[in-house]
């Protein structure tokens, strides 16, 4: 089994059974795994930030980093590898806030409701999701057969 | 023994900070350093040695020929280079050892160390502030250094600490005072005092969760530590079993009238410059 490191502001996607994609600790970031059954085939988002208006040319570099960028970018790679939108099961982690972390702070809420405004536009279920809280995600993604599990520090993994 | 008083032992055992790195950052830190000086110092360790001429030959600096004298590559570097250098590899050391109290993944101490310093870099740089570069990076690469101590004694009282966190909504290092009678922020200001830094670092070091009580000078740099280790644990780098249970001081944000736009993009930047520190260093991401 392959252990892929997805690492923050990028993604991941496969179609090879023996692979698992894994986000290590998301905070405020968003982890978004998507998975076709039929296709076998997977990916894993790691973003960072809501919007790519803020910086159009770094954005260029980084597409991976913002939510409006990175998430049209992942289901397209995977619709590369023969994946189909209709089949894709779809699941959500991250978003954590510091304490007391309002306004500026909370990017991890910005980052999730950009998320849900893209879906409910382009009409994709979320399946499971474990989102908010002031603690930090390992999101894992196995291709073989499109399990995703959680692992929060010193709770233990649990699946999504 | 009481536990206050184990804890305060364990401080005293903590080895010195390397002398090399000391005395080389001392020499440096004179507004007209001799080269020779500086060499005469480092050589005596050969690791610290090897270092240098390593980075020097990186490919990120992509220099046409191989340097191979100590006196080139010193030249090469220049000042802040060398300084964040010997630094990092002092500071990686002192963090690179087993950590079960905070540390969920290996090496996690010290990818957050040197992500708050690039993130103080960031922010210092960008809001303008009149601050020394190298009391930034400095500070914030030890602000958690009070972990290494504190890390068995975290672990053995982990599940009361755990509670308070979870039932009365306290920050961890709120907890671990309560459980410990010391947090890890006062340990790691004790423990810069022992190794000679000077009295703003100790106070940035000393007080990175609760800024307003750093006195008036110190006080910036402390409001500065303090956002870039909220920065960098809420993004992710380097949180351990703390998680992100801990207080926001957005202070110095409102003062310099930070919106969420703004610092979305401090944020780019930080990614972007940590992503190029990492390659040099040789960190993952």
């Known amino acids: 089994m392959a252990l892929v490191t997805v690492g923050i502001a990028d993604f991941k996607v496969s179609n090879n059974p023996e692979d698992t994609l894994v986000s290590y600790s998301l905070g405020s970031c968003i982890g978004l795994a998507v998975y076709d059954p039929v296709a076998g085939v997977g990916g894993l988002l790691h973003y960072m930030l809501p919007d790519s208006s803020i910086n159009q040319e770094k954005a260029e570099k980084n597409p991976a980093m913002f939510a409006n960028r990175g998430i049209p970018l992942l289901f397209k790679s995977c619709f590369k590898l023969g994946a189909d939108k209709n089949r894709m099961i779809v699941k959500v982690a991250g978003g954590s806030r510091i304490m007391g972390g309002a306004g500026a702070f909370d990017i991890g809420k910005r980052n999730y409701a950009v998320l849900r405004k893209i879906f409910s536009k382009n009409r994709v279920a979320i399946a499971g999701e474990d989102i908010g809280g002031s603690y930090n995600r390992t999101l894992y993604l196995q291709i073989a057969d499109g399990r995703t599990s959680l692992k929060i520090a010193k709770k233990g993994v649990v699946e999504l | ?285």
Not at chain 2, 131 to 142: C, G, R, Y
Not at chain 2, 198 to 220: C, D, M, N, T, W
Not at chain 2, 254 to 278: H, I, S
């Open chain 2, 1 to 285: 023994m009481s536990l206050m008083e184990e804890i305060i032992a364990a401080v005293e055992a903590m080895p010195p900070f390397p002398q090399v790195v000391h005395r080389a950052l001392k020499e440096l830190s004179e507004p007209e350093y001799e080269v020779a000086d500086l060499v005469e110092i480092l050589k005596v360790d050969q690791a610290v040695t090897a270092n240098i001429l390593k980075l020097c030959n990186s490919a990120y600096f992509g220099l046409p020929r191989k340097v191979s004298s100590l006196k080139e590559a010193v030249v090469y570097l220049g000042a802040t280079q060398l300084r964040q250098l010997l630094l990092s590899g002092a500071v990686n050391k002192i963090y690179d050892q087993p950590n079960e109290g905070y540390a969920v993944f290996a090496d996690e101490l010290w990818r957050h160390a040197l992500a708050t310093a690039v993130m103080g870099q960031v922010l210092r740089r960008h809001l303008k502030l009149k601050l020394d570069d190298n009391l930034v990076f400095t500070s914030a690469l030890l602000h958690d250094v009070g972990k290494v101590v504190l890390s068995n004694f975290v672990a053995d009282r982990y599940l009361e600490i755990e509670k308070l966190v979870e039932e009365e909504g306290c920050a961890f290092q709120e907890a671990e005072k309560r459980v410990l009678g010391f947090d890890h922020a006062e340990i790691g200001g004790r423990i810069a005092v022992k190794w000679d830094f000077p009295p703003e670092i100790v106070a940035a070091i000393s007080f990175h969760h609760q800024p307003a009580r750093a006195g008036k000078s110190y006080r910036l740099l402390t409001e500065l530590v303090a956002l870039a280790n909220n920065l960098t644990v809420m993004v992710g780098y380097g949180t351990g079993v703390d998680g992100l249970a801990c207080r926001g001081h957005g202070l110095l944000l409102e003062k310099l009238q930070v919106k969420e736009r703004d610092l979305e993009n401090l944020l780019l930047l930080f990614q972007m410059e940590m992503a190029k520190t990492c390659d040099i260093a040789g960190v993952g991401e």
